[in-house]
């Protein structure tokens, strides 16, 4: 699956040009220009804190069209357990797999199953001697983006073993194989929490091709069950569920990696969190951790952007069903056994290489130039981040000064200075923010939006 | 942090003794610059983890000390220096495993007595000079 590869976009009708979006990215990817946010897609690693922070929900997530599933005979929807932990209680699993029947699927999978082959797997990196510690899995695509760019040392630290979308994705094939279905009839569609995982699902690191033929976004799926799923009996579908264990329904929530592996094991969620994490990490100040579980979204994929259901709650439900199931290494089916060589080989990735996206280019000495002269800028800049520039703080609106990407009448202190001095007159520095900011944003409005705490 | 000529890069930090909450700032902020200037991630890791421990040993043993820190084409010179009680014998020093980190520096899990053998490790060039109840200056050089 190739083409473009920006999975989420902004609503220029919707985006008030706030400065929301741009103060919570990770890695100050965002820019407020002429009065709209834009993303620079080289340094997205599509973690959503944009999404989340937006007052008038103007990002929005590119989608497959649910009709293509039709196209195929075979009609597998992959989706990861925590599909089923935000439904609201009174719906069973089997009113929720029927739910998806209806919507048009043929056969329903959880991705995390079966669950013991990528534990085994990962164990074996870990045991090797040659695996540098700690380890870190490349579980949450957004933090495996964000090692690449911006930590890029710690790339070789990532276990190099695909997430549970491909191992369930590689089981349903021969499943369905076995009863006698061919390669290309066989359509996988992967119900998806975020848009990191789109962007893994779509344009995978470490893959020279994803496996899955299409995308569905879990809101999206959720509302289609909704509309279709009944209060009555359902139907008996644990036979679709016969691989699936505890290890597999927790996998997915925080913790649910690190309690399985190492002998000191870590769980960090939180983008922000993993931010200041790999920072003490890059620079050896963390001893003795040998596995480090890292997640974008606070409590972790429960927590995903496209979720529905409350997060904690989706928790709860989930480790309650996690109860009810065995244990992975419990689970072993003649079918798994036979095949789980076969599958271990399948989840091994290419090797992930840094893609550092913070130097000021290739050039060395043209760098220092760059980086003295803006050392100088930040010296007249008021330092206190406050945004009103279009850039996320003082030091971000120097560096896109000397890239040519900013004026200096962009920082609103200098200008009223500027003007103070006699430099510029009122009237041209009143133009000035509001050709940055519009017009609309000097009319008295008491609904203002994207003031402080706005969806409270 | 104190920017100079076009052809060098030079940036100063303080430290203070004792103040184990704060160490690792200068060597975040040098990471920083170095990784905008697009130097290999494996030396920058050898470049931060030596700064890193010479910090800890300023925070750890002296009173006081300052990180100057000289960025040119290909090379980049740190000098940490500070006041305090010097090493009296820079050999023993450098061995592996010799500490003379108080109790209370240990519990807080510094002062295994690897602080100058890793600093070794991961420089290029290492030059210690110290005066007993004076005060160390360590220079260390790494190529680009």
């Known amino acids: 699956m190739n083409g473009s590869s920006i999975y989420h976009a902004l609503d220029a009708t919707k985006c008030i040009g706030c400065t929301h979006c741009m103060k919570s990215c990770p890695t100050e990817a965002i820019r407020v220009v002429n009065g709209l946010a834009v993303i620079d897609h080289d340094r997205c690693v599509y973690c959503g804190q944009c999404h989340r922070a937006c007052p008038t929900h103007a990002f929005y997530v590119v989608q497959d069209d649910l009709a293509m599933i039709r196209s195929f005979k075979y009609r597998v929807i992959l989706f990861p357990s925590i599909m089923i932990g935000q439904f609201p209680e009174k719906y069973s699993e089997d009113q929720i797999y029927d739910g998806l029947k209806k919507v048009g699927f043929t056969h329903v999978y959880e991705v995390e199953q079966p669950m013991q082959v990528l534990i085994d797997s990962i164990n074996e990196v870990l045991a090797n001697k040659e695996t540098p510690k700690p380890a870190i899995s490349i579980y949450c695509p957004a933090i495996v983006r964000l090692i690449q760019g911006r930590y890029p040392s710690l790339t070789e630290n990532l276990i190099l073993r695909k997430a549970p979308h491909n191992l369930a994705a590689h089981f349903a094939i021969e499943q369905l194989m076995l009863e006698g279905a061919r390669r290309e009839e066989i359509g996988l569609f992967y119900a998806t929490p975020c848009i990191a995982k789109i962007a893994a699902v779509k344009s995978p690191v470490g893959e020279s091709e994803s496996i899955v033929d299409g995308i569905v976004n879990m809101n999206q799926l959720y509302n289609e069950v909704m509309k279709v799923i009944s209060e009555g009996q359902a139907e008996d579908h644990s036979v679709q569920r016969q691989n699936l264990s505890a290890e597999g329904i927790t996998w997915s929530l925080t913790r649910g990696e690190s309690c399985h592996f190492g002998s000191r094991g870590i769980a960090i969620d939180g983008i922000h969190n993993a931010v200041r994490f790999l920072e003490r990490l890059e620079n050896d100040q963390v001893k003795g951790i040998d596995f480090i579980e890292m997640r974008a979204c606070d409590q972790s994929c429960a927590g995903g952007i496209l979720l529905t259901g409350n997060r904690f709650m989706t928790v709860e439900r989930l480790e309650r069903r996690a109860k009810r199931y065995p244990a992975a290494k419990d689970i072993s089916p003649e079918t798994i056994r036979a095949k789980t060589k076969e599958l271990k080989l399948k989840l091994i990735l290419d090797s992930i290489v840094p893609k550092p996206h913070f130097a000021f280019g290739k050039d060395r000495v043209k760098a220092m130039e760059k980086m003295s002269k803006a050392q100088r800028i930040v010296c007249f800049l008021p330092g206190i981040d406050c945004g009103a520039c279009g850039a996320p703080n003082c030091q971000a609106l120097a560096e896109d000064m000397v890239n040519n990407k900013a004026k200096m009448s962009d920082c609103t202190f200098l200008q009223q200075m500027w003007v103070d001095e006699g430099r510029i007159n009122a009237k041209k520095a009143f133009l000035n923010t509001q050709k940055k900011w519009g017009t609309d944003r000097f009319k008295a409005d008491c609904n203002k939006r994207g003031r402080r705490n706005e969806g409270f | ?144």
């Open chain 2, 1 to 144: 942090m104190q920017p100079e000529t076009k052809k060098k890069m030079k940036l100063t930090f303080n430290i203070k003794g004792g103040d184990f909450t704060h160490a690792g700032h200068p060597s975040s902020e040098v990471k920083k610059v170095l990784k905008q200037l697009g130097i290999d991630s494996k030396t920058i890791k050898n470049i931060v983890i030596a700064l890193y421990e010479a910090e800890v040993n300023v925070v750890a043993h002296a009173w006081k000390g300052t990180v100057s820190v000289e960025i040119d084409e290909n090379k980049i010179t740190i000098l940490v220096s500070d006041e305090g009680p010097g090493i009296p014998d820079i050999d023993l020093a450098m061995q592996a495993g010799y500490s003379t980190a108080s109790k209370k520096v240990r519990e807080m899990g510094f002062g295994a007595g690897m602080g100058l053998p890793n600093i070794k490790k991961n420089t290029d060039e290492l030059l210690i000079e110290s005066e007993v109840n004076k005060g160390t200056k360590v220079k260390m050089v790494n190529y680009f």
